[in-house]
T-cell receptor, first 109, second 114 residues
Framework: GENVEQHPSTLSVQEGDSAVIKCTYSDSASNYFPWYKQELGKGPQLIIDIRSNVGEKKDQRIAVTLNKTAKHFSLHITETQPEDSAVYFCAETGNQFYFGTGTSLTVIP | KAGVTQTPRYLIKTRGQQVTLSCSPISGHRSVSWYQQTPGQGLQFLFEYFSETQRNKGNFPGRFSGRQFSNSRSEMNVSTLELGDSALYLC?????????????FGQGTRLTVV
């Protein structure tokens, strides 16, 4: 579906704290949900993804959870570091990628 | 393994001109998708090519077109440029067996229309 809502649009956290970004989608046929990190002057970089047959996936300090019934998925970053500062995009796929509007994360040293 | 390569990185064009952007996907990837990124509209899907055929198309006017070659490299063309076409144009490549596979982006081409 074309409606992917992402919140918050900006997020500031202290170094070491956790950050959570949430997305909701409308197309119940969507089955793949990637998250991208985009640093200034660079293209988006795939950081983690989840498929609809999985409820949670973790990769070191990053985790993604998916609730298909409620049609929302979240990115969790623990023990944040200054280098985590970037814009994060969620996406969902039906027959193409639909991206959220992005969250600008700032980690304050 | 080389990543996705987009050329040129920066481009300045005048209204009414046309422009061609190039994207070389990761070796072995057969799908190339193009996106327009602007501060106001975010990341918007333009089109996707798989094995030289357009598989999906977004909601952009016909001035935006693309093609894919037998080596999977892709080009995007914008004709009759408008000021509003100023944006970062990104391409992403994936293995492409299905639409819902991992996609890897290039660094983008920054197009400025004056």
């Amino acid at each position: 579906g074309e409606n992917v809502e992402q919140h918050p649009s900006t997020l500031s956290v202290q170094e070491g704290d956790s950050a959570v970004i949430k997305c909701t989608y409308s197309d119940s046929a969507s089955n793949y949900f990637p998250w991208y990190k985009q640093e200034l002057g660079k293209g988006p970089q795939l950081i983690i993804d989840i498929r609809s047959n999985v409820g949670e996936k973790k990769d070191q300090r990053i985790a993604v959870t998916l609730n298909k019934t409620a049609k929302h998925f979240s990115l969790h970053i623990t023990e944040t570091q200054p280098e985590d500062s970037a814009v994060y995009f969620c996406a969902e796929t039906g027959n193409q990628f639909y991206f959220g509007t992005g969250t600008s994360l700032t980690v304050i040293p | 393994k080389a990543g996705v390569t987009q050329t040129p990185r920066y481009l300045i064009k005048t209204r009414g001109q046309q422009v061609t952007l190039s994207c070389s996907p990761i070796s072995g990837h057969r799908s190339v998708s193009w996106y327009q990124q602007t501060p106001g509209q975010g990341l918007q899907f333009l089109f996707e090519y798989f094995s030289e055929t357009q598989r999906n198309k977004g909601n952009f006017p016909g001035r935006f077109s693309g093609r894919q070659f037998s080596n999977s490299r892709s080009e995007m063309n914008v004709s009759t440029l408008e000021l509003g076409d100023s944006a970062l144009y990104l391409c992403a490549s994936s293995w492409g067996g299905a639409v819902n596979t991992e996609a890897f982006f290039g660094q983008g081409t920054r197009l400025t229309v004056v």
